[in-house]
């Protein structure tokens, strides 16, 4: 059983920047890719993007891309999320997961191990 622990979010003004973590206890990080997901109140999970084991590989959803940096530290068994130029759109639940699913799957239900969840709400 692996658990994912998030740390970081919160309350900031658009345009502004935060970052989250999410460490795995697992001696096996590097088997899994991590993703990130985040959830808006009233709407469906979203795919935020990912990052594959060796963290030399990423993928970013459109509506992130060139403000969120996605990075692993295999020797901590941490993956982050740096987000800059907030939105009050990236308000929401935000969510890391793990699976052994090559491709940077897009379906939750590909996903072994999901965190707690970590808010972050952007003011306008």
């Known amino acids: 059983q692996v658990q994912l622990v998030e740390s970081g979010g919160g309350l900031v003004q658009a345009g502004g920047s935060l970052r989250l973590s999410c460490a795995a206890s697992?001696?096996?990080?590097?088997?899994?890719?991590m993703a990130w997901f985040r959830q808006a109140p009233g709407k469906e999970r979203e795919f935020v993007g990912g990052?594959?084991?060796?963290?030399?590989?990423?993928l970013y959803a459109d509506s992130v891309k060139g403000r969120f940096t996605f990075s692993r530290d295999n020797a901590k068994n941490t993956v982050y999320l740096q987000m800059n130029s907030l939105k009050p759109e990236d308000t929401g639940v935000y969510y890391c997961?793990?699976?052994?699913?090559?491709?940077?799957?897009?379906?939750?239900?590909?996903?072994?191990?999901w965190g707690q969840g970590a808010q972050v709400t952007v003011s306008s």
């Open positions: 997961a793990a699976t052994e699913v090559l491709g940077f799957p897009r379906r939750t239900f590909l996903y072994d191990y």
């Open positions: 990052i594959n084991w060796s963290g030399d590989s990423t």
């Open positions: 697992t001696p096996t990080f590097t088997r899994y890719a």
